[in-house]
Nanobody, 124 residues
Framework: QVQLVESGGGLVQAGGTLSVSCVASGRTDSIYDMAWFRQAPGKEREFVASITRSGGRTSYADTVQCRFTISRDYAKNTVYLPMNSPKTENTAVYSC?????????????????WGQGTQVTVSS
């Protein structure tokens, strides 16, 4: 089994910085891509960013491109998401996800492993 645990969420002012991270444990050798998704109240879950197992390829939602940066420390089984200049519309529960195949894309259904999520609230 795989366990994913997020941390680092909280309250941040728009234009500030906040970072969330996710630690994987258990059968980490079965994790390939890792990604962040978010879900705001009353909205669909949406893709934020992903990174391949080697860290050599990253993908971002257009809305966070150049402001959020996903990275991965394979030795520590940890993925990071520093958020620069977040906007109030970025307020959501941010969840870490892991896939069991390469290049899983941006659809949440392709990720079988999930953390419990961490709340990020961006104030104006």
């Amino acid at each position: 089994q795989v366990q994913l645990v997020e941390s680092g969420g909280g309250l941040v002012q728009a234009g500030g910085t906040l970072s969330v991270s996710c630690v994987a444990s258990g059968r980490t050798d079965s994790i390939y891509d890792m990604a962040w998704f978010r879900q705001a109240p009353g909205k669909e879950r949406e893709f934020v960013a992903s990174i391949t197992r080697s860290g050599g390829r990253t993908s971002y939602a257009d809305t966070v491109q150049c402001r959020f940066t996903i990275s991965r420390d394979y030795a520590k089984n940890t993925v990071y998401l520093p958020m620069n200049s977040p906007k109030t519309e970025n307020t959501a529960v941010y969840s870490c996800a892991g896939s069991s195949t390469y290049y899983s894309g941006t659809y949440y259904g392709h990720f079988p492993y999930w953390g419990q999520g961490t709340q990020v609230t961006v104030s104006s």
